[in-house]
Structure formats: C-alpha cells, structure tokens
C-alpha cells in the first residue's frame, strides 16, 4: 500500500518560514505528479501546490511569490516564507496519477501535518 508521510509542520510566528517535506514509499512516482493541499478549520480542502514529474509548477494565487514546491525522487517539498495567520491548516501530501477532471490532483494522499501561523 502506498504511503505518504509528511513533516516539517509547527508553529511558526507570521512572516517567518517552514519547509514541509513529504516521503512516498511502497510505489515510484517518477512518472506521476505530486503536490500539497491544505484544509483550514471550518472550510473545505483547497489546493496549494503541484509538480508534475516533468517539474512543471502550479500554485494557487494565495500562495504564489511566497511557496515553492519542489521534489527530488520520491519525495516532495514545500518551501513556505513570509506565512500568514491565513496559512494555518493541516497541509496534505498529494501523489500519484492525475484524477481525470480535476486540475493536479492525485491519487493517494498522506495523513496531514499542522501549519500554525500566529499573528
């Protein structure tokens, strides 16, 4: 079964900045596309970020100039800088085959890790 474990989350003070990482195992994603989304309490899951394995890049307007996602293999980065009370949500890994009708998102998703953003 295919694993997504992130980490780098915490708690950080606004305007600062957190690397989050995400590790895939059990399955190659060299041919596949990964990216990050985020949920917020109270609202729905909304996409953050992707890579596809060609390395193209897509972010939401949110948190474009401000994250930079990366990867290298089978795992994927998230470069976070001057974060925003806005940016606290649990932020999950996204890989695998693109969903047919959906804009970069994937398969199989990681647990969650928690982006806090005090003021």
């Known amino acids: 079964q295919v694993q997504l474990v992130e980490s780098g989350g915490g708690l950080v003070q606004a305007g600062g900045s957190l690397r989050l990482s995400c590790a895939a195992s059990r399955r190659t994603f060299s041919r596949d596309g990964m990216g990050w989304f985020r949920q917020a309490p109270g609202k729905e899951r909304e996409f953050v970020a992707a890579i596809t394995y060609i390395n193209s890049t897509y972010y939401a307007d949110s948190v474009k100039d401000r994250f930079t996602i990366s990867r290298d293999r089978n795992t994927v980065y998230l470069q976070m800088s001057n974060l925003k009370p806005e940016d606290t949500a649990v932020y999950y890994c996204?890989?695998?085959?693109?969903?047919?009708?959906?804009?970069?998102?994937?398969?199989?998703w990681g647990q969650g890790t928690q982006v806090t953003v005090s003021s």
């Open positions: 996204n890989a695998g085959p693109r969903i047919p009708g959906t804009k970069e998102q994937y398969a199989y």
